[in-house]
DNA sequence: GTGGAGTTGACAATCGTTATCGTTAGCGCT
DNA sequence: AGCGCTAACGATAACGATTGTCAACTCCAC
């Protein structure tokens, strides 16, 4: 039997975007994340940095949000369904979980007739570091 | 005296635009009312219409949402806060409120510390005749 | 070690949005 | 109606994040 198609790979730059999302608590960018790399001396290109999060973020490894300027942030977190309080300065986020919403959301979307269902919740504040700064 | 500095003027372009929204009844990005109203004759610039959202949306004349993929998207809204339940599809949608959840939101925030917190709550779906589609 | 399919990364392209800046036109005033 | 000031316009260029391209590379099963 040959190979099976569609093995993922253990490499190198894989190894590195997750050590260093493992390493950071808070929200980041793709660039954000590249720039890191390449500063502590990490040889990866910011196409596989892009590449990467988006795997991780659809094998359900990290959580993706967007900023109110659009920006795409990426942070290794817990699993299960949750949201997050995420502050606009410096990324720090609280994993938070609305019990009642889930439920509501799903009850609105079918009172409409709407099918396949999404939702996003994100609140984002500036934390007690950052206002005193 | 002179005129006063700051004071806004109708002009046609505005006025199209206000009446395109109007006549819409569903989420439409900038470009889409820009392509509309070319098709209907109207000699309206792209960066106006650009400029038109923003100032609508600044002014709480407008609603403004950002899809997955981050394309924004504008619609002639109800006064006062509250959410949406947009189709994927057609845009179409339906403004909701979630009572609990905007104590619930401020309440994280507060308990975590965080100040000038904001939160953006948007279901998205796809409504019952596109889905039949 | 070898083969070949998954991966990489420099670079170009895409796409929505914003900045530029010379021209146009709304409107308060006379 | 005419004048003047300045907001507003709009074609175009610039921007910035993200994605596509494709030849070179490198894991890893055998």
Redesign the interface.
């Known amino acids: 039997m040959s190979v099976v198609p569609g093995a993922t790979r253990n490499t190198r730059q894989r190894a590195q975007v997750l050590a260093l999302l493992a390493a950071t608590d808070g929200f980041r960018s793709a660039q954000q994340l590249h720039a890191n790399l390449r500063d502590e001396g990490a040889q990866v290109g910011l196409t596989t940095v892009y590449r990467t999060l988006q795997l991780l973020a659809d094998a359900g490894e990290v959580d993706q949000m967007?900023l109110?300027d659009?920006e795409?942030l990426y942070r290794r977190c817990g699993r299960g369904h949750h949201h997050h309080?995420v502050?606009r300065l410096c990324g720090r986020a609280?994993e938070?979980e609305?019990p009642?919403?889930e439920r509501?959301?799903r009850n609105?979307?079918a009172a409409?007739?709407?099918?396949?269902?999404?939702?996003?919740?994100?609140?984002?504040?500036?934390?007690?570091d950052c206002?005193t700064r």
Do not use: K, M, N
């Not at 409409?112 to 007690?128: K, M, N, Y």
């Open positions: 967007r109110p659009g795409q309080l502050c609280v938070v609305i009642s919403v509501w959301t609105q979307a409409h007739g709407f099918v396949d269902a999404d939702h996003t919740i994100e609140i984002v504040g500036t934390c007690a206002a």
